[in-house]
């Protein structure tokens, strides 16, 4: 199964979308609004409150 590079998601077989860079790097994203997020609005997923990473710092700094 694939990761969403933005929210880090599991995607299920079939669904989801794979954008491919013009240098050749391949992303994969789980829906519309991760697309959106991270190559139109330019956004970090360290920053997003609903995103998993945004989660996982969180948790690391209160420890």
Do not use: H
Not at 28 to 38: A, G, H, L, R, Y
């Amino acid at each position: 199964m694939a990761k969403c590079d933005f929210c880090k998601k599991s995607i299920p077989r079939g669904t989801g979308k794979i954008y491919v860079k013009k240098d050749g790097k391949v992303l994969d994203f789980c829906s519309t609004k991760c697309e959106k997020n991270m190559i139109g609005l330019k956004r970090k997923a360290r920053t997003t409150k609903w995103t998993g990473e945004y989660q996982a710092v969180k948790k690391g700094i209160k420890q």
